[in-house]
């Protein structure tokens, strides 16, 4: 089963829809018209499980050297769920990834902020 065609995703309060653009056995991607987003979704089987959804945000600015140039640009942002074959539910394995992501987003983000301030 796949995700739903298109996804959406907001971003500074701005709604981006990503049409569904390739699938590959177990991944898909989805992305902007313009590639600006980029979604993808995978799935890779072996030991243990690995399941990735990564945001891939995309622009084009000026060469910081060489101002009349412009060079692409991505910044990327992904979740790993690395899970043993056996041993989690899919409920708990859902409620892992629910409380970090409700830990990353409590008090307007300040998680996020001091990681992308780099502090550890």
Partial sequence: MSF??????TVAGVAN?????AVDGPSSRYSTQDGGFVLS?????GKRNRRTIRLTRNV???DPLFPSQNV???LSVYI???VP???????QQIDVVA????????????AVTKLVGGEN
Wanted: glycine letters at 4%; a neutral charge.
């Fill in 4 to 9: 739903t065609d298109p996804q959406s995703v």
């Fill in 17 to 21: 829809s990503l049409p569904r653009i």
């Fill in 41 to 45: 979704v995978s799935h890779s089987y």
């Fill in 60 to 62: 084009i600015s000026a």
């Fill in 72 to 74: 692409p640009h991505s």
């Fill in 80 to 82: 790993v769920a690395d």
């Fill in 85 to 91: 074959k056996v041993g989690f539910t899919a409920q």
């Fill in 99 to 110: 409380g970090f992501l409700a830990y990353m987003t409590a008090n307007s983000s300040v």
